[in-house]
């Protein structure tokens, strides 16, 4: 005998092989904002509700899939500086599946190769091996150019990863390798050497000090680029400002309000701004 178990958040399925749920998250989201000096200041609003599926099997599977469901505009305000639209939903849904400490995604021309997110591949493995973890990213089709995988560790306050492609999205092979190092609860460093086929390595070194409520951040590398950053954290505000060689800058600052509701402003050099409220359910 089924019995089935509906909210207003999950839906529960219990048969006699496997065990299903059906899982409902969103936000929507109220804004007053532009993408750049070429647009205009308007009152935006949008949504998005995500759909996930997830459930097991009796000899231990887990597999899940989902999509998004969406209308409006909702405002990407401290990564892209972006308005984005949202629609009715992935026409390409991803399938997770998950065994023996193996995940396997799959999903047409939706997975970000490893190296760079310029380039795609339809299935992904990834996994752990003691300290070691480890990824690949393939393509399927038979004129398939990007491969892309990923080994890591870490050892006390050592980090470690290594990540190499075939094709970085200009045709080239590349490998990058990262270290990162925790001297105390306060600072840390980093360091990056990253090959791009026939270009010159670029070596990246950075660091960040946490100090109270303030967090620094500096980054330096060999072809001159440079990136710097402060972050101010009190209760409920949090706020950053950063900048790099080309004297591009973003100020971000979000106020959590209780209840899943954030007040929130935005604005960078180039004219980006977005002053509005998100309230995630």
Do not use: C, H
């Not at 839906?11 to 006699?16: C, E, I, K, M, T």
């Not at 205009?40 to 899940?64: E, K, M, V, W």
């Not at 305000?77 to 026409?91: H, K, L, P, S, V």
Request: glycine residues 14%; proline residues 0%; aromatic residues 8%.
């Amino acid at each position: 005998m089924k019995r089935i178990l509906l909210t207003t958040t999950s839906l529960v399925l219990a048969a006699g092989v496997a065990q299903a749920d059906v899982s409902f998250s969103g936000m929507g989201e109220v804004s007053y904002a532009k993408a750049g000096a070429a647009d205009d200041l308007a009152l935006r609003t949008g949504y998005d509700l995500n759909i996930a599926l997830s459930g097991s099997s009796d000899n231990g599977i887990t597999y899940s899939m989902g999509t998004d469901i969406g209308g409006g505009n909702t405002i990407d305000r401290n990564d892209d500086f972006a308005i984005d639209d949202q629609n009715m939903g992935e026409t390409t849904p991803t399938m997770t599946i998950g065994y023996g400490g193996l995940t396997i995604t799959a999903k047409q021309d939706g997975l970000d190769d490893l190296y760079s997110d310029s380039q795609n591949g339809d299935v992904g493995i990834s996994g752990s091996m003691g300290g070691l973890s480890f990824a690949v990213v393939a393509e399927t089709s038979d004129d398939a150019t990007s491969t892309s995988f990923s080994l890591g560790g870490a050892a006390g306050g050592l980090t470690w990863g290594f990540v190499s492609t075939d094709d970085n999205g200009s045709g080239a092979a590349a490998q990058k390798v990262t270290l990162g190092y925790t001297v105390s609860d306060s600072l840390s460093a980093s360091f990056k050497y990253d090959t791009k086929g026939d270009a010159d390595a670029i070596t990246t070194v950075g660091i960040k000090n946490v100090m109270g409520a303030i967090t620094v951040g500096l980054s330096a590398d060999d072809n001159d680029d440079w990136d710097a950053s402060v972050a101010y954290t009190a209760g409920a505000l949090t706020a950053s400002i950063a900048t790099d060689e080309d004297s591009a800058w973003e100020v971000v600052s979000e106020y959590d309000l209780g209840g899943g509701a954030t007040a929130f402003l935005t604005t960078t050099e180039s004219e980006f701004t977005a002053l509005g409220m998100s309230f995630a359910f």
